[in-house]
Each structure stands twice: as C-alpha cells, then as structure tokens.
C-alpha cells in the first residue's frame, strides 16, 4: 500500500489498504489515524520509527509484526518525511506490504541451513571450512581432528599449508580446481596428520558464494583401508590362475597379471588398446554376437601373441554395471597344453588300436617268415654240398632277411602287447654294419653313407631297438639331404662323461 499521513497519524492518501490488511472489516479511509490500528507494543514501535525519519529528515525502512486472530501479520515498510513549498514538514508517506509468508520461508530456511551445517559438522567426514581467497580456516569438525590430530586452536584462523595440513602444490591444485568449477567431486590427495604420517584421503568440496569472499566447504575421508583392500584384491587377482579383464566392449580397462601372461603383454601395454586388435578377423563376428548378449557366455577364440605364437583361450564373460555404466568382465583360460593333449590322447587311441592291428598282422607274418627261414635254410644246406658261391650268397641275405623281419615282427608283437624289451650284450659295430645293408635299399643313390667305427666293448641293450633307432635316424638323415648329394657318417667311439640325468627315465648314469 501506499499512503500519505499527517503528523497526527490521520490519513490523507491511500492505496492498496484491502490487500494490506484484509482482515480489516472495511478498508482503510482518508480522515482515520493509524494509530488506531495497532496495539501499544507495535505503537510505540512506529512512533520510534516515525521520531527517526522526522529527526534524521531522510527514508527509514523497518518490519512491523501486527497480532490478528489465529495469529501474526509481518509487513515491511519505508516511511519518506513530507514537506511543504516552505520547507516544512507537514507529514509521512509511506511504502508498505506484507512479507509474512516470504518472512516465515526465510526463517524455515535459516532452520534448513542450520540443521544441515549442525548435520554436516556432526557426519564422519573430515569437515573442513575455509575461506577461498585468503585460505584462512574458518571452522573443523571432531571428525577432522579425530583423524588428523589437529584441534580447533591450532585449526581456526591458520593457513592449511603454514600448518602443515597439505602441501603447497597440492593446496594449489585444490583451490584452482575450486576456482574453475566450484567444486570437487572425489578428488584424489593425500593429507598430513599432526603426527606427521601421510594418508591418502578422497575429497568432495564446494564453494559458497554469500556477498562476501567465497568459503570452501571440504569433506575428506581416510582412504588408508580402501587402498589396502583394494591392493589385497590386486594381488588376490594377479595370484588366480586365470586371465581377468574388463573393458567396455571397445578397449581394455583393466588386467590382471596372470591376463598379460597369457596375452605376452605388459600391462601399460594392454590397457587402454582396443579389445578387438588381439582377436583374429576370422573370430570377430562370432565375439561380437556373445558379447551383445546380455546373459552369461562362454566361448574359446584363438589369439596371436607378439612372438607370433598362437594361444587358444577358453572365455566366461558377462556384462557388470559401476555407476549407471555398463562393462564386461571376462575370465579366461589359456588351454594350448590342453588341447594339444586332448590331440595326443587321439593318437594315443589310434595308436592303441593300430597295437591291436599289428598284433593280429604279426602273427600272420610270423608264419610267413617261418617259411621263409625254413626254405632258406634248406637252401643253403643244398648248395653246400654242390653250389654256385653267388647262390649262396643270395641264400644267406635271404635267410639274413627273414631274421630281421623276425626280429621287427617281434618288435610289433612287443610294441602291440605292452612288453619290455630284452637287453643283451651287443656288438655296436656288428649292429652298424647290419644296418649298412638294409639302407642301400632305404636310401637314394645321391647320399652316401660312411662309417667310422672303433673297437669298443659290447653294450648291453635290446639289438632290436638298437637295429630301429639306427635306422630311422638315417632315414630322418636322408629326409633332411632330400634329392641333394649328401654323406651320412655313423660313428662309434667311446666318450667320458660326467653324471648325467636321462632326459627320458630321469634316472642318473655314469
């Protein structure tokens, strides 16, 4: 409302009474005084007022609180001396509404504040408050000098770095953060207690901004425990035996050391590549498929390590979420060894069941050679009575022949029915020598073989396996020369040697 009165307190002029003062039964009239209006206590009030702005000639504001029934009505009220063309005063007018309502949200307020700074200086968090542009501290909390030992009189009015609280660099790199966003969310430093250990805090801060310098509100907590759990959880992940990574199914944010084994990586290596530059054009789209699903997988895919060595992997993936972000986490397997012996235990069946086979050819090719030796022996004693030399000479190869054939036959049976082989003091050279005559049929005409053997005594081994391995070492020789001219030497000569271990028995020898 606004309103013109004499000095009497009658009104002049007025406009705006009914909303002013609705619970007026009728509104206010030029001619009524407004002294009639109040009780004695919001009386003596304005006349206090009314005194102020005729002694001092110039505007006076203040706040009047009028009791009505049910209750009270707060206005807010300028009040400007009035004078006449002589320069005297003759009255007051004024500028009055009601700020009851606006009144009562600003005291909810001012409740609302104290409640959350009584909240926040009474949390666990390490409260810190301070003024942004000088850094003086303004207020801590028992929780700030619980964890870092500092009480409110070496606290209050003191600088962070002059007490030792943090670091010029790291006071620093606050206040600018501070300055540029106006607060700090998580931030990662490390603070020093009075007893002079470091310890490494996350921070969250805020700047508030009231007419005066800005104040920076720091709520830290000790981080000590979480590093240490989450190094006990690093080295619980580089001990496990499988791979463990996590990306975003794009690049590599995370590896465990057992992971950078298998991948033949280091870590600063893998973290932060792409996720699809170790898989294998052939094996992408297959990837892509599992991982789409949001559902557990598992799927084996190869990968080529930077030695150019291939790996299979056995993978189990799933989908796992960390602030409203979704990654994928895969746990993985290098099963290389494994599938090569799943390749030899084939063999070893086939083997098994080529035993079984040769076992039942032995047998017929046994009776076949006894044929053999029988005529052969026959023979021979034919043409020792009366016989051409060159006859007896075929006779003997023949007979010589079928005892090799003998002796392999006995090798299958050997081979396909499990049994140990029978050693016996064996002439090394003789054996040489005996080999020498069924290589000229074994080997082609462009590599010759040569020999140089000394006379050593007899050893004791199986003359069969001697007679197998010497051949099939001049056999692989003979691979190795292919159609080029080549010499393959046999030699045998004696040799000193200290202990040794078998690389097949393990067994020592001497």
């Known amino acids: 409302a606004i309103y013109t009165r004499g000095l009497d307190g009658c009104i002049n002029q007025i406009i705006g009474s009914e909303t002013v003062r609705p619970s007026l039964p009728t509104p206010l009239q030029s001619g009524q005084s407004v002294f009639d209006l109040y009780p004695p206590e919001t009386l003596r009030h304005l006349l206090d007022n009314d005194a102020k702005v005729i002694a001092s000639g110039a505007p006076n504001a203040q706040e009047d609180v009028i009791p009505e029934a049910g209750g009270h009505r707060i206005y807010h009220s300028t009040k400007f001396p ?23 949200g600003l005291h909810q307020l001012r409740l609302n504040q104290e409640r959350v700074a009584r909240s926040l200086m009474e949390s666990s968090f390490a409260v810190l408050v301070a003024d942004l542009v000088t850094g003086e501290i303004l207020a801590i909390n028992r929780s700030f000098t619980a964890k870092y030992g500092y009480t409110e009189e070496e606290s209050l009015h003191h600088h ?59 709520l830290s907590q000790d ?48 973290i932060g590549t792409s996720f699809w530059d170790l898989l294998p054009k052939q094996s992408l789209a297959t990837v892509r498929q599992v991982l789409d699903h949001p559902q557990p997988q598992s ?71 006894a044929s ?31 005892i090799r054939g003998r002796n392999l036959i006995r090798q299958m049976l050997s081979f396909s029915r499990g049994g140990g082989a029978l050693a016996v003091p064996t002439s090394l050279t003789g054996a040489v020598e005996e080999v020498l005559q069924m290589l000229k049929v074994s080997l082609s005409e462009n590599i010759v073989v040569g020999t140089e053997l000394k006379p050593v005594p007899r050893v004791l081994i199986d003359p069969n396996q001697l007679h197998q391995i010497l051949l099939n070492l001049c056999i692989n020789a003979g691979h190795a020369i292919g159609e080029d001219h080549g010499t393959i030497t046999i030699s045998v000569d004696t040799q000193q040697i200290s202990q040794q271990h078998c690389a097949s028995c393990v067994q020592i020898f001497r």
């Open 82 to 104: 009035l004078y006449d063309a002589d320069g005297a005063l003759t009255g007051i007018s004024g500028l009055t509404h009601e700020i009851t309502e606006y009144s009562a």
């Open 160 to 218: 962070p770095v002059s007490m030792g609280i943090c670091s010029q660099p790291v006071y620093d790199q606050i206040v600018g953060q501070l300055n540029t966003t106006s607060e700090i969310t998580q931030g990662k430093f490390h603070f020093v207690c009075k007893n002079g250990n470091s310890v490494p805090v996350e921070m969250n801060a805020f700047v508030i901004r009231n007419g005066h310098n800005p104040v920076a509100v720091a």
């Open 223 to 270: 981080q000590s425990r979480a590093e240490a759990a989450e190094s006990r959880l690093q080295l619980i992940a580089d001990a496990t035996f499988e791979g463990i990574v996590l990306h975003d199914h794009d690049k590599f944010l995370e590896v465990n050391q057992q992971a950078c084994v298998i991948f033949g990586r280091s870590r600063e290596e893998i």
């Open 299 to 369: 799927y084996e895919v190869p990968i080529v390590r930077p030695d150019g060595k291939e790996r299979q992997l056995r993978v189990r993936s799933q989908n796992v979420s960390e602030g409203g972000q979704t990654y994928r986490i895969g746990v993985f397997q290098d099963i290389t060894e494994e599938e090569n012996l799943k390749v030899q235990l084939r063999r070893a069946q086939k083997m098994e069941v080529l035993g079984q086979l040769t076992g039942g050819i032995a047998h017929d090719f046994n009776n076949i050679l």
């Open 372 to 402: 053999i030796l029988g005529y052969s022996d026959l023979l021979k004693e034919a043409l020792d009575d009366n016989g051409n030399e060159r006859f007896r000479h075929w006779a003997e190869q023949i007979h010589s022949s079928g």
